[in-house]
Each structure stands twice: as structure tokens, then as C-alpha cells.
Nanobody, 123 residues
């Protein structure tokens, strides 16, 4: 298990940028695969992006080219840089960690979740 806390959400105008952070506890942080999901009101939680322990990544088509995931294992921190934001990016964003890996586009592989941080993009 790892405990996760997200931060960095806020209100931004369309076309603007935000950077989200996810801080994890534990000395085994570097061995976890990590991901970001988001959930808008009345909608299912959806995959955004994931990063494996050796830094390979996979992105949802909707954010590819605009969002960038990274991690700093020395700081037990994962980041999501979000550029060219659109109103449809508005959602609560959740950080998640997976000890076993697998298909990180799905909910099942993740063991731990953060509390979420709100991102609102105005038109």
C-alpha cells in the first residue's frame, strides 16, 4: 500500500495550463506504476495517463500531445503537466498507484487512490 495526496487543481481559462502533483508515502514508491484518472459530474471515471516504474508511458487519445506525465522517485512525487486545456477537461483528477501493474488503462490494477483535486476549465 501507498498513501497518495493530489494537489495543484484550480480554475483556468481554456488554452491555459496547470500542473498537478501526487505525493506518495513509502520507500517502495519507485516500484509502483502510477496513473491519473478523472471524473466529471454524472460520468464514469476515465483513464487519462499512466507511467510504469521504468518511465514508459501511455496516454488517452483525448489528452495526447497536451498532457505530460512524469515522476521524481527521489521525492516520491508524480506530476501531470496539462497544457492547452479545454472545457471538456473539467473534472476531479485522481492519482492512483499500482503495485502489480497490468493494463494501466483500467481501474483494476490500482491498489491506492488519492482524494482527488478539482480542475475547472472555463470557455
Amino acid at each position: 500500500q501507498v498513501q497518495l495526496v493530489e494537489s495543484g487543481g484550480g480554475l483556468v481559462q481554456a488554452g491555459g495550463s496547470l500542473r498537478l502533483s501526487c505525493i506518495g508515502s513509502g520507500r517502495t514508491f519507485s516500484s509502483y506504476a502510477m496513473g491519473w484518472f478523472r471524473q466529471a459530474p454524472g460520468k464514469e471515471r476515465e483513464f487519462v495517463v499512466a507511467i510504469w516504474s521504468r518511465d514508459s508511458t501511455t496516454y488517452a487519445d483525448s489528452v495526447k500531445g497536451r498532457f505530460t506525465i512524469s515522476r521524481d522517485n527521489a521525492k516520491n512525487t508524480m506530476y501531470l503537466q496539462m497544457n492547452s486545456l479545454k472545457p471538456e477537461d473539467t473534472a476531479v483528477y485522481y492519482c492512483a498507484a499500482s503495485s502489480a501493474g497490468g493494463n494501466l488503462r483500467m481501474i483494476q490494477p490500482y491498489d491506492s487512490w488519492g482524494q482527488g483535486t478539482q480542475v475547472t476549465v472555463s470557455s
